[in-house]
């Protein structure tokens, strides 16, 4: 029998990668938009930690028999100070994503501190268990220019450690095994595995 699985998200770009990685035997993956929710989980938690604890907390009462995992995410810059972290859904809202791209990538290739990671926390809640918590870091560097004027969030500007290319250049199957997402999402599927 498939576990159904409740993933706190209406972002189809983050399903697709947890539906890639979860274990497709075992595991039927369900979103927001699926169980009919529709408000607004505000994120308003200073930890990644606590972000996604929060996006589970709010759909227990609605569903307390279903496993239901959340994540919260973001990209650390080092010419940011390590910003803008939890606040990356929010940073410069004034321009589009590819604007902020490329300002971010001059920002980084001016001041040469373009050290930066990806960062991923899942929560995850299944009845009569505590919460599962898992934070996972993916490093890397800010490439000088954005790879295209499209892709998801950062991906276009974020290269992992070891390769030339960005997250978006990269094939699908290479960013879902080295990935901030793919290292909690390995972690989530080792604990889902020993309790259930
Ligand atoms: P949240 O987890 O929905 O709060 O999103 C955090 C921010 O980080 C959003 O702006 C996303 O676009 C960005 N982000 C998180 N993970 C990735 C990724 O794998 N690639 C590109 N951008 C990402």
Sequence with gaps: MKHKVLLVTSNDHKLKEFQAMMDESMFELISLK????????????????????????ALIELHPELIIIAD?????????????????????????????????????????QSHAAFVCA?????????????????????????????GFGYDPIFA????????????????NRISHRALAIQALMHYLKGVL
């Design 160 to 175: 992992p450690e070891g390769y030339q290319e960005t997250f978006q250049m990269l094939p699908s199957s290479i960013k």
């Design 34 to 57: 699926d169980v009919g929710y529709t408000e607004e989980i505000i994120e308003d938690q200073l930890t990644y930690h606590d972000q996604a604890v929060k996006k589970v907390a």
């Design 72 to 112: 919260d995410s973001g990209i650390e810059i080092e010419a940011f100070e390590y910003g803008p972290g939890i606040y990356s859904a929010r940073f410069k809202p004034e321009m589009t994503q590819h604007e902020r791209n490329q300002w971010i990538c001059e920002q980084c290739f001016q001041t040469k």
């Design 122 to 150: 899942i929560a995850c809640y299944i009845k009569d268990q505590p919460i599962f918590v898992t934070v996972n870091r993916c490093f890397g560097y800010i490439a000088n220019e954005p790879s295209h004027d499209f």
